[in-house]
């Protein structure tokens, strides 16, 4: 990684803040600083943006072919093999997951640049012919790039995130300046030193290190900025699309979610069934601490099967291992920060008050860091808090349901429609209730699996504009339309017109 403090990269240079602040960067597992970073702010951001500018009008990118474009993309992918240890490992200890996740995000990674790299090499360069109806008319629709991209990232999953849009966003010819979290940066940074590495021209591709307040909300203002890209909370989302709309720049938010796993008694008839439906129950919930926007935190289960289903929960989330990512045996890591810890306590803290019945976790276990036991819920309602809004913790709530009618419903009684899963044996329901869910993604008898061919968003609250698959590559393109008239002759529209002479 590229030398402490000097983690803002504008037009070629890698450089300190203009204002010479900087960030400690926090090891979650102990609570201690372990790097600086620079924190830019609003005159960094404003280099950042007008580097971009200059290299979108002027540079060489954004008139680079397809197929050039795509052979950058997969360098990169070979150049995340070649590092995968190394960023996995950095990703472990800068946001608190087990190494095995952070390798896994670096597989995930190289494969959204292998696949925008098919993507923009296979597809017709020519464009999409239009029927006019007529033999004198050439009417064709082609794409082009939208121009200068603000990309802002979140601390959950900052180097997967960042690729979902810095990939797409290269492979359509478009510059950007991304703006990590202030809490996770560090393998955002070296992946735009892996871009440099495999020859992306200078100015293409920009980083600020630095706060929401200052530099995300300055790039989603920006009247230079064409697009801005933002993943994270409700809130921070709908200031950037109130910030972007002065400009009338295009938007693209994908705000979290607060995700059913549905369960059918019909799905757990088998001890195979209901050994796998519980296994999968805990990692809907739990992976990476919960701090995931797709976590299936509201468990709906059907009644008769309520009592045993989370009874055995319960005791396989008392056996969950805590600890450092990179220690052997370790299953689960601590909350990103103190923050994050504290809003985990105060929404269980609430649910306890409102009636919920703690069968599993609640609490911190001893010693340093920002950790927090896997908890269970149970006898939870709609009207709680920790039902309706987004904990991004280890917590799953329990309710029940009797009809199929009544799972839909509370599946869909949420104002955010990111993922959703129905477990069943019964093919005809799994795919009538997947029909119903009112939530972008919708897995049935699994959960968490994604593809980058497929787009990913969500409905209602959950955000605007998808990513990854063709449509999130799409969002990263202008539709042009280009009539060309091939036997050119007067309209005499209007009276008087006709030539003399």
Not at 186 to 192: P, Q
Not at 376 to 404: I, K, N, S, W
């Amino acid at each position: 990684m590229t030398a402490a403090q000097q983690t803002i990269h504008v037009g070629g240079e890698w450089r300190a803040a203009l204002s010479g602040a900087t960030r400690e960067i926090i090891d979650p597992v102990d609570a201690t600083p372990f790097e600086v970073v620079a924190e830019g702010g609003v005159a960094d951001t404003d280099d950042a943006v007008a580097a971009a500018r200059a290299a979108f009008d002027f540079g060489a990118w954004p008139r680079t072919p397809a197929a050039e474009r795509a052979a950058l993309l997969r360098r990169v992918a070979v150049l995340l093999e070649r590092d995968r240890e190394r960023i996995g490992a950095l990703e472990s200890r800068d946001a608190g997951k087990t190494l095995h996740e952070g390798r896994v995000d670096v597989d995930c990674v190289r494969d959204a640049f292998r696949y925008f790299a098919d993507l923009v090499e296979n597809e017709d360069g020519g464009g999409r012919a239009v029927d006019a109806g007529s033999d004198e008319i050439r009417s064709v629709v082609v794409h082009e790039p939208v121009g200068v991209c603000a990309l802002i990232t979140p601390w959950n999953y900052p180097l997967l995130q960042a690729s979902w849009k810095i990939a797409p966003a290269l492979a359509a010819g478009n510059t950007f300046v991304i703006k990590p979290s202030e809490i996770t940066p560090l393998t955002t940074v070296v992946l735009v030193e892996l871009l440099l590495e495999a020859g992306l021209p200078l100015g293409a591709a920009n980083i600020v290190t630095g706060p929401g307040d200052t530099v995300g909300a300055r790039l989603a203002e920006h009247p230079q900025v064409d697009l801005v890209s933002f993943t994270g909370g409700l809130v921070s989302g709908t200031k950037v699309a109130r910030s972007a709309a002065d400009s009338v720049k295009k938007v693209a938010l994908e705000l979290g979610g607060k995700n059913p796993n549905v369960v059918f008694a019909d799905a757990c008839s088998t001890p195979e069934g209901f050994d796998t439906a519980v296994d999968q129950a805990l990692n809907a919930a739990f992976i990476h601490s919960g701090q995931v926007c797709s976590a299936g935190s509201r468990l709906i289960i059907e009644e008769p099967l309520r009592d045993r289903f989370v009874a055995e929960l319960s005791r396989r989330a008392e056996l969950i291992r805590l600890g450092r990512g990179t220690d052997a045996g370790v299953e689960c890591g601590p909350l990103v920060s103190a923050a994050q810890l504290a809003r985990t306590e105060a929404y269980v803290a609430s649910a306890l008050a409102e009636g919920a019945a703690l069968r599993a976790g609640g609490g911190r276990p001893a010693g340093p860091g920002y950790f927090f036991r896997p908890t269970v819920l149970d006898r939870c309602h709609r009207g709680m808090r920790v039902v309706r809004e987004e904990v991004f913790g280890p917590v799953l709530t329990v309710e029940t349901f009797r009809t199929e009618e009544e799972a839909v419903a509370l599946a869909n009684d949420t104002e955010y429609g990111l993922a959703g899963a129905v477990w069943t044996s019964d093919e005809h329901r799994a795919r009538r209730v997947a029909g119903l869910l009112r939530h972008g993604t919708v897995w049935i008898n699994d959960f968490h699996p994604y593809l980058p061919q497929a787009e990913w968003g969500g409905f209602g609250k959950s955000g605007i504009g998808r990513e990854l698959g063709p449509g999130g590559f799409a969002e990263y393109r202008e539709a042009k339309h280009i009539y060309q008239n091939l036997a050119p002759r007067p309209v005499r529209w209007f009276a008087g017109t006709t030539a003399k002479g």
